[in-house]
C-alpha cells in the first residue's frame, strides 16, 4: 500500500511539473534586420516612442526596444538592400492618444496612410478602432491603432 502511494504521489508529481513547463506560448520577441541601425533606432524611440532595454551583446548591431510586459522588439543591423515588404505583414502598437500621435507625424513630416493606401488619411475599422499605417525607414509596415481592449 505505502509503494502504491508513493508511485501516486510521484506520479502526480511528474504529472505538476510537467503542466508547469506545458504552459501556453506566449510571444517574447520580434526582430528586423536593418540597413541603418543608428537610424532605425531614432525612428522607433522618436516617432514611435519605444522605450530601450538593456541588450547582451553590447557590438553595436542590436538595439532591443520593450514593446509590452514581456516582449521586445529587437533591431539588427546588417541588411544590405532595402526590401518591399507587405502592409498584411506588419507590427500593430496601440497608442493612448490617437490625434496627438498623428499630429506629431505630421509636424514630424513623416508620411501616413490608410489601409487603402490614400496618404495622410485614417482607416476606420467596423469595430470602431482608428488605425494607420507608417514605414520605418527599411520598410517595414507598421499599424498605429486606438484599440482599447
Same mark, same amino acid.
Given at each position: 500500500m505505502k509503494i502504491a502511494c508513493l508511485i501516486t504521489f510521484l506520479s502526480l508529481g511528474t504529472l505538476v511539473?510537467?503542466?508547469?513547463? %506545458?504552459?501556453?506560448?506566449h510571444i517574447n520577441h520580434t526582430a528586423i534586420f536593418v540597413m541603418n541601425l543608428a537610424e532605425t533606432g531614432k525612428f522607433y524611440s522618436n516617432v514611435i516612442g519605444l522605450d530601450t532595454v538593456p541588450e547582451p551583446f553590447h557590438d553595436g548591431r542590436h538595439i532591443w526596444y520593450k514593446t509590452g510586459e514581456h516582449t521586445m522588439l529587437h533591431v539588427i543591423q546588417g541588411a544590405n538592400q532595402k526590401k518591399e515588404y507587405y502592409k498584411n505583414q506588419h507590427t500593430c502598437f496601440t497608442v493612448s492618444n490617437f490625434n496627438e500621435f498623428t499630429n506629431k507625424l505630421t509636424t514630424l513630416n513623416w508620411p501616413y496612410e490608410d489601409v487603402a493606401g490614400n496618404k495622410n488619411k485614417v482607416t476606420t475599422r467596423v469595430d470602431g478602432i482608428h488605425q494607420?499605417?507608417?514605414?520605418?525607414?527599411?520598410?517595414?509596415?507598421?499599424?498605429? %491603432?486606438?484599440?482599447?481592449?
Open positions: 511539473s510537467a503542466q508547469k513547463t %506545458n504552459s501556453k506560448v494607420i499605417w507608417v514605414q520605418d525607414p527599411d520598410g517595414y509596415w507598421i499599424e498605429i %491603432n486606438d484599440d482599447t481592449f
